[in-house]
Antibody
């Protein structure tokens, strides 16, 4: 069955960096676009970034552009989010999700919590 | 960016009720509209994709309709496990924005 497992979250100081990972299994990872979506405590969902199946195309929300970088390693069935210059407002649960323009995000991980605080 | 507006923001209903949630896009998005259910502490779950297609494994009491800018999610007969927060999302253009959510509570 499809599984997505995020890791790498934790407590980081403002201005710091963190790298999230998402391990995928149960499907042909290299065939699918993937996304990162976040949810601040008690708030709604916010699309963060996505990457095409071959990494040829990426896009990100303005709120994270030039600070966050999405990448993937199809040989390792893994998705990544490099987060730099972190701010308090980046505090959220970060989900990875299998995504398609025609069908939305059909599988999600359990999420990993990122807390940005001094 | 395309703004997605859901209404109502919260809703109280009883088991067995028929419930409708609406989602309006700030510009036309064709049928690139998806609905998710989220329970506390859990990841969202895809219910409806492409405005009206039922995701595999989702009960048939869930249905979606609409195209262009106006969309609805209908739950035909509420069950206890349906009390949750519901989000719409457009994938017509990036950023793939979400509605603010509709919290469905037990009356």
């Amino acid at each position: 069955q499809v599984q997505l497992v995020e890791s790498g979250g934790g407590l980081v100081k403002p201005g710091g960096s963190l790298r999230l990972s998402c391990a995928a299994s149960g499907f042909t990872f290299s065939d699918y676009y993937m996304s990162w979506i976040r949810q601040a405590p008690g708030k709604g969902l916010e699309w963060v970034s996505y990457i095409s199946s071959s990494s040829s195309y990426t896009d990100s929300a303005d709120s994270v552009k030039r600070r966050f970088t999405i990448s993937r390693d199809n040989a390792k069935n893994s998705l990544y989010l490099q987060m730099n210059s972190l701010r308090a407002e980046d505090t959220a649960v970060y989900y990875c999700a299998r995504t398609g323009r025609q069908y939305g995000s059909d599988y999600w991980g359990q999420g990993t919590l990122v807390t940005v605080s001094s | 960016d395309i703004q997605m507006t859901q209404s109502p923001s919260s809703l109280s209903a009883s088991v067995g009720d028929r419930v409708t949630i609406t989602c309006r896009a700030s510009q036309t998005i064709s049928s690139y509209l998806h609905w998710y259910q989220q329970k506390p502490g859990k990841a969202p779950k895809l219910l409806i994709y492409a405005a009206s297609s039922l995701q595999s494994g989702v009960p048939s009491r869930f249905s979606g309709s609409g195209s262009g800018t106006d969309f609805t999610l209908t739950i035909g007969s509420l069950q206890p496990e349906d009390f949750a927060t519901y989000y719409c999302q457009q994938s017509y253009s990036t950023p793939y924005t979400f509605g603010q959510g509709t919290k469905l509570e037990i009356k």
